[in-house]
């Protein structure tokens, strides 16, 4: 059974930090290429950051040089450091795993985590 878990959301003044978490079990871990998602109230979900296996990163413009995507494969964790926060950077947060292979890809979702940046 495949599980994407995500914690360290949570409430945050608009200029503050967050990292969040993200494990993974049943899959391995090192072939997947990962990404963070956010969705809004009343938006579509949008790619926020992504990672490969290989380790390239790849960012939404409203987060360049704020947001650092990062993997520990040892740990079968992606993480998602967020500076500089913004009230708009409000959303839920979802980890995303997937692997293209000769006869299909593989998509799996976490849960999602609540990020709220407020004063």
């Known amino acids: 059974q495949v599980q994407l878990v995500e914690s360290g959301g949570g409430l945050v003044q608009p200029g503050g930090s967050l990292r969040l978490s993200c494990v993974a079990s049943?899959?391995?871990?090192?072939?997947?290429?990962m990404g963070w998602y956010r969705q809004a109230p009343g938006k579509q979900r949008e790619l926020v950051a992504t990672?490969?296996?290989?380790?390239?990163?790849k960012y939404t413009d409203s987060v360049k040089g704020r947001f650092t995507i990062s993997r520990d494969n040892a740990k079968n964790t992606v993480y998602l450091q967020m500076n500089s926060l913004k009230p708009e950077d409000t959303a839920v947060y979802y980890c995303?795993?997937?692997?293209?292979?000769?006869?299909?890809?593989?998509?799996?979702w976490g849960q999602g985590t609540q990020v709220t940046v407020s004063s």
């Open positions: 995303h795993a997937h692997l293209s292979v000769r006869g299909g890809d593989y998509d799996y």
């Open positions: 990672i490969t296996s290989g380790g390239s990163t």
């Open positions: 049943g899959i391995i871990f090192s072939f997947y290429d």
